[in-house]
């Protein structure tokens, strides 16, 4: 599965910002997908995941109220929803599949990871 993530940019505090993650290749297998994001100096953590359906979401305490994850399996595209947006949102979002039907919050639990997008918030 190749994943491409798209929909970064540079946005003020407050605004609004939709990320996209197109799959392909076997896209036919149920995958569980998650957001994740990397600051600068930092780890990669966990953002939001969805399952396979659709109808489970789950998120950080960080972006709980702010960020949406949905997903269009007959596009194969998942997309993160940013609203509200702070400085401290700013960081390169990478989307990821795993080989499940939810999603799960360790960066080790994915099996394919797309090439990251960067999202700058300035104050």
């Known amino acids: 599965v190749q994943l491409q993530a798209s929909g970064g940019g540079l946005v003020q505090a407050g605004g609004s910002l939709r990320l996209s993650c197109a799959a392909s290749g076997r896209t036919a297998t149920s995958y569980g997908m998650g957001w994740f994001r990397q600051a600068p100096g930092k780890e990669r953590e966990f953002v939001a995941g969805?399952?396979?359906?659709?109808?489970?979401?789950s998120y950080a305490d960080a972006v709980k109220g702010r960020f949406t994850i949905s997903r269009d399996n007959a596009q194969n595209t998942v997309y993160l929803q940013m609203n509200s947006l702070k400085p401290e949102d700013t960081a390169v979002y990478y989307c990821a599949a795993r080989n499940r039907v939810g999603p799960a919050v360790a960066v080790t639990m994915y099996d394919y990871w797309g090439q990251g997008t960067e999202l700058t918030v300035s104050s």
């Open positions: 969805i399952t396979w359906s659709g109808i489970n979401t």
